[in-house]
């Protein structure tokens, strides 16, 4: 049975046209984070970078980085600027993005005095218009301690009771002097 050509031909672009448009569910844009876990000790500054390409600008899309809910923003960046109503009380005046990186694909969130709760995946979301893409970044936090002594005494003897915790452990100490 013959075929006309013209039929085939038509057959053959629509299925041509049919390959080369975009899947209906990726986005315009990948979001990536380093594999290994970014490590800080309490106390100091820790820079936690997620990615994106193709490398276009993110300075005009809307930024979160969030722990386990996005519900709750560690920091939401929107219309070139951090949304500091949105931000959780624990990361206020802690948290901010580095910007400079924005233009190249970068995004840095920086936590200042890094506490022992600061510890976990943090996420970080890239949305333009209706595209969205996320990545997961893991800090670890190590060292650290805090010392509280109080002093406790009788007629004859001077107690010094104290609690130290760290990432590690936590302890209890009473020391007493006659």
């Known amino acids: 049975m013959a075929v006309p050509t013209n039929s ?50 993110s300075e005009y899309m809307e930024l979160l980085w969030f722990r386990q809910t996005r519900s709750t923003a560690v920091l939401l960046y929107r219309d070139g600027q951090e949304q500091e109503g949105q931000q959780m009380t624990e990361y ?11 233009l190249d694909g970068r995004a840095t969130l920086l936590i200042r005095d890094v506490r022992v709760s600061d ?9 333009d218009n209706d595209d969205f893409e996320e990545a997961a970044v893991y800090l670890k936090v190590a060292g650290g301690y805090r010392r509280d002594v109080s002093p406790r005494h009788s007629a004859r003897r001077l107690s010094l009771w104290g609690e130290s915790s760290c990432s590690f452990s936590k302890s209890k100490r009473i020391f007493t002097f006659t």
């Open 8 to 57: 085939c031909l038509l057959v053959c672009l629509l299925t041509l046209t049919v390959l080369q448009l975009p899947t209906l569910d990726s986005a315009p844009f990948d979001v990536t984070a380093p594999q290994e876990p970014v490590l800080a000790l309490v106390g100091s500054d820790a820079e936690l970078t997620c990615g994106f390409s193709p490398n276009a600008s």
């Open 92 to 102: 206020r005046g802690r948290a901010t993005l580095a910007t400079a990186g924005l």
């Open 119 to 127: 510890q976990g995946e943090y996420r970080c979301l890239f949305k």
